[in-house]
């Protein structure tokens, strides 16, 4: 969504003068998006949002101290249309921290919170857990009426797609999963475009304000064509393979080093790891049973002391109906260790 208009109705009931209980229901007025890449259209632009119930306690008030400073924790129930970003597909959790100071009629508030809701995907565009950042003005004309505005941001990095200042070739569209090596870098896998993606803030000459749209980092991102046969007739990247989800061994199991990121290659039955100092592909595949479309991996060290032998990836056989993998009628799921020696005669 790239901006919403919406109004909040609730009610509010205090208690010993530092704890409030308020219930409230946003309305969306309006509110502006298109799914990234996929030419789908525009969400649904009104509707109702999450209902939430928020308690809030006062830690320093106004009238004791400069500031008044208050922590709330709201609680969202699943009422809105997560479909359309009007809501999460389950309950929501954010604590908030707010400082606010009042001149007159007139009060002003600035909050910061951490958003913990469900994981939603739709297409290839997820919505998780996020950073939030509010600023808001009242105005309290008579003691039983509010009235405001809010402004309030997430935290937003998109992988550059139709964007001017990147050639054509290294657009990307389709995050996959993401993870963070020992370095603070972001990796993501970009399924729709076919890249194994990282990305440094600490290069990005915007990191907020209005100019900070998504699009407002293009020097921050640098993608990794991944092995394989392209797509034809398509502007830009777009390769055959498939990656459905990416993941960091910061610890060395596999084998190749540590801060390796491995991308699953769902569509040629594989794990797709880069070596991010040279830029260089290593491909595990998997050649029988063939049907190894994996969706996930994760690492284990199971003997720190064991060398080779004490550490191995894990993937598993995924697809939705395992019966047709190789082997046909009757087959199921299957577990795949990768361990890599350090040479070919180490024991």
């Known amino acids: 969504v790239d901006n919403r208009q919406q109004l909040d109705v609730g009610a509010s009931f205090g208690l010993f003068g530092r704890l409030e ?10 509110q502006k998006g298109e799914f990234p890449g996929q030419r789908m259209g525009p969400t649904a632009s009104a509707g109702l949002g999450h209902l939430v119930f928020q308690p809030r306690v006062a830690i320093f008030k106004e009238d004791s ?24 597909a389950g309950m929501g959790f954010e604590p908030r ?85 020992r370095n603070g870098l972001i990796w993501t896998a970009l399924g729709g475009s076919g890249h194994l993606a990282s990305f440094d803030r600490s290069k990005c000459e915007v990191l907020n304000g209005p100019t900070a749209t998504g699009q407002h980092c293009p020097e921050g991102w640098t993608l990794y064509q991944s092995p394989g046969p392209t797509m034809k007739g398509v502007e830009g990247s777009a390769n055959a393979d498939f990656h459905y989800y990416s993941w960091v061994d910061q610890f060395n199991t596999l084998g190749l080093g ?22 260089e592909w290593v491909v595990l595949r998997v050649p029988y049973p063939l049907g190894f479309y994996s969706k996930g991996l994760d690492g284990r060290i199971d003997d720190p002391d064991g060398g080779w032998k004490g550490r191995g990836l894990w993937a598993s056989y995924d697809s939705s109906a395992n019966w047709h993998n190789e082997g046909g009628k009757g087959m199921t799921s299957q577990i795949v260790r990768f361990q890599i020696r350090p040479d070919p005669l180490a024991e």
């Not at 209980?21 to 007025?29: D, K, N, Q, T």
């Not at 505005?149 to 550059?160: C, K, M, N, Q, T």
Request: net charge negative.
């Open 65 to 88: 101290a400069p500031l008044g400073l208050a922590v709330s924790l709201p609680l969202s129930f699943p009422t809105g249309n997560s479909d359309a970003f009007m809501g999460y």
């Open 258 to 279: 540590a801060n390796v990121p491995i991308a699953t290659g769902s569509g040629s039955d594989s794990l797709l790891a880069l070596m991010p100092e040279t830029g």
């Open 97 to 181: 921290l707010t400082v606010s100071k009042t001149l007159g009629p007139v009060q002003v508030m600035g909050t910061f919170g951490y958003l913990f809701q469900p994981r939603s995907t739709i297409f290839e565009l997820t919505d998780d857990d996020k950073a939030t950042l509010r600023a808001a003005v009242r105005f309290r004309p008579i003691p039983w009426l509010d009235l405001g505005l809010e402004y309030s941001s997430a935290v937003l990095a998109e992988a550059p797609f139709e964007n001017p200042a990147v050639d054509p070739d290294q657009w990307g569209y389709g995050p996959r999963g993401i993870d963070v090596d």
């Open 21 to 30: 209980l308020a219930l409230m229901l946003p309305i969306i007025v309006h």
